[in-house]
């Protein structure tokens, strides 16, 4: 397997683990974290950059 091939798969689960966080939250609003909301952005913030890296990597080892 090539490596574009598996930064694509594991872009692509992160990507699928990300909408069905959102789609959870938005149809349980009355569900809430045990911390405050800073460290929910911090954990979002992370998750986005870590998504990002990995999608630029299928990007940079792509086939010409």
């Known amino acids: 397997m090539s490596k574009c091939r598996r930064y694509f798969i594991i872009g692509c689960i992160l990507m699928i683990v990300a909408i069905?966080?959102?789609l959870y939250g938005?149809?349980?609003p009355q569900a809430s974290f045990p911390w405050s909301n800073s460290v929910?952005?911090?954990?979002?913030s992370?998750?986005?950059?870590l998504t990002g890296f990995v999608w630029g990597?299928?990007?940079?080892?792509?086939?010409?």
Do not use: A, M
């Open 57 to 64: 990597l299928v990007f940079k080892y792509r086939p010409k």
């Open 20 to 22: 069905s966080f959102i």
């Open 40 to 44: 929910t952005y911090v954990i979002y």
């Open 46 to 49: 992370i998750y986005g950059l």
């Open 26 to 28: 938005v149809n349980n």
